[in-house]
């Protein structure tokens, strides 16, 4: 069964709980965020996450929120399809994957939609974790 976790690192203990999936030497985190910038985490920059992660970091601007600045206006995706093949192609070889965003919440976020679209692909073979 395919694994899903998502994680907003403007979450309490998000660190915390990112360095526990990470120990996960199969885990593949996914930075699903526009562009991996961050002004007041210096940790969750794209190029700090690369160091820290190698190759088991990657952004996939394709699955950004396009409307990530404006909460009133919906979630539109980059290229959806585009940003779900690419995660697929982990998640097809059984690797689990951990989807990186900003927010604290997942229930009003962009990764939600990705981890629901992600499991209408594999149907009855993926767990979503949201953290």
């Known amino acids: 069964m395919s694994k899903v976790f998502t994680l907003g690192y403007a979450a309490r203990k998000?660190?915390?709980q990112l360095d526990k999936l990470m120990v996960d030497p199969s885990m593949i985190l996914i930075d699903i965020r526009l562009s991996p910038k961050s002004r007041f985490h210096?940790?969750?920059r794209g190029p700090a996450l690369a160091q820290r992660f190698g190759n088991?970091?990657?952004h996939v601007r394709e699955l950004g929120n396009l409307n990530y600045q404006d909460h009133a206006l919906p979630i539109v995706l980059?290229?959806?399809p585009g940003g779900l093949s690419l995660v697929s192609f982990?998640?097809?070889r059984g690797y689990p994957v951990c989807l990186l965003c900003a927010c604290s919440n997942a229930a009003s976020c962009h990764r939600?939609?990705?981890a629901r679209l992600l499991q209408e692909k594999f149907?009855?073979?993926c767990e979503v974790v949201h953290f």
């Open 14 to 16: 998000a660190d915390e």
């Open 42 to 44: 210096p940790r969750f």
């Open 56 to 58: 088991q970091y990657h």
């Open 78 to 80: 980059a290229d959806a």
């Open 90 to 92: 982990w998640m097809e």
């Open 112 to 114: 939600s939609v990705v």
């Open 123 to 125: 149907v009855y073979d």
